[in-house]
Structures are given as C-alpha cells and as structure tokens.
C-alpha cells in the first residue's frame, strides 16, 4: 500500500530534550515536506527537500533541522524542543514537479513540557 | 501576515444542499490553488486543483471557482453529504511551496 509513515504518532517531552520524528514514504517520490498545524494558523512548511541531500528551508525553520540522506526517509530533528514547538507534525510527499498534489503522513502530535 | 485566508472557520449545511468554502489570497506568485480536505485523526488528503490561467475545474460533485482580480477562491460541493463533514485547507502553491489558510470545518447535518 503507497503510503507515509510518521513515528511517533504522539510524543510527550521536556524542554531541551533533543527528538527526531521519523518520516518514510513508499512511492519513490523525490519530494518531501515537512509541515506543522496550529489552531487557526492552518498548516506551515518548515522544511521540504526536492531530493536526496537537498533541502530548504520553508516558512517557519528556525528551532528545526532535517536530512534527506536517503531518498524515502526525511527526519525531522529539535535539537532543543521549547514549549512553541508543541503542534501537530505532519510529513508529505510527492513526485517532484507535482508538490500540489501531496501525500500526507498520519501525523504526530508532540507536546513539550 | 498571513497569505491565504479562510475567513470561516466553521460551516453548517444541510445534506443535499450546496456548500460553499471561501478563500482569500495575497500572493499574486501563486501558480497553481489547491483543496485538501481532513477528516480527525489523519492527515489531508488532495481534493481538487485549479491552474491560475483557469477560472474554474469541476471534479464530480466538487468545482472550485477562481477570481484572480479579487484574489478569492471559493470550493463548491453539490450535493453535500455527511461523509463530506471534515476540514478543508485551501492553499497556493508557488514554487515547491504550499501556502495554506487556516481551514474551515464543514458539518453536513442529514
């Protein structure tokens, strides 16, 4: 079945407590996008990569890194999560030229303490 | 500030009838708006496109309508159904970028 994974799908933690979010996609896709969804604000880009070891930097990076090492798996990392990084996580992925039409990961829910 | 905008953020309609999701946007780089649609406890799904040089693309009973002069969208269901109850994003896409507004929550009553 083509589809994105996301692990944990919740996640409880301290502040400063360095995390990763695992993200796997089965459909080859060249592109990847991580995004994270607060009340009223709607979804926002962090970062998306549009192939291996490319990356950038999308609306909201700051207090995130990724690495797109191999081309199914895009992790996102708090080195030192705060409070504001509480949100909704979701990964995505499409072939590349096609980022409208995206695949979305379930999901994980991160609460920092 | 905010580049798309969903004014709404909930919508009540009856089963059968039409509803009716509003979007506002600033970017005039956007190339291509989007619909996805989420329903709890999962992530969107893709529902129906249009190219900003379009006025309008229909898909079965969804048809999102463009007015590029106004900067507005709005994503047409007719007929609603309950299984339609979930939230909608309307985004822009520009570059390998997607924008979204801030969702409206549609509930179709049978």
């Known amino acids: 079945e083509a589809q994105v994974t996301q692990n944990p799908r919740y996640l409880i933690t301290v502040t400063g407590k360095k995390l990763t979010v695992t993200c796997s996609q089965n459909?080859?896709?060249?592109?990847m996008s991580w995004y994270r969804q607060d009340p009223g604000l709607g979804l926002r880009q962090i970062y998306y990569?549009?192939?291996?070891?490319?990356?950038d930097k999308g609306d909201v990076p700051e207090g995130y890194k990724v690495s797109r090492k191999e081309k199914r798996n895009f992790p996102l990392i708090l080195e030192s999560p705060s409070p504001n990084q509480t949100s909704l996580y979701f990964c995505?992925?499409?072939?590349?030229?096609?980022?409208?039409?995206?695949?979305f990961g379930p999901g994980t829910r991160l609460t920092v303490l | 500030d905010q580049q798309v905008k969903q004014n709404s953020p909930s919508l009540s309609v009856q089963e059968g009838r039409i509803s009716i999701l509003n979007c506002d946007y600033t970017?005039?780089?956007?190339?291509?708006f989007l619909w996805y649609k989420k329903y709890p406890a999962e992530g969107p799904t893709f529902l129906i496109s249009?190219?900003?040089?379009?006025d309008k693309n229909e898909d079965g009973r969804f048809t999102v309508f463009l007015n590029k002069s106004a900067k507005h969208l709005s994503l047409h269901i007719v007929p609603s159904q309950p299984g339609d109850s979930a939230v909608y994003f309307c985004?822009?896409?520009?570059?390998?970028?997607?924008?979204f507004g801030g969702g409206t929550r549609l509930m179709v009553k049978p």
């Open positions: 990569s549009m192939n291996v070891e490319v990356t």
């Open positions: 970017n005039s780089m956007f190339d291509y």
């Open positions: 459909m080859n896709h060249e592109y």
């Open positions: 995505a992925s499409s072939l590349y030229g096609q980022t409208n039409e995206q695949f």
């Open positions: 985004a822009g896409n520009a570059g390998n970028m997607l924008t």
């Open positions: 249009i190219s900003s040089i379009k």
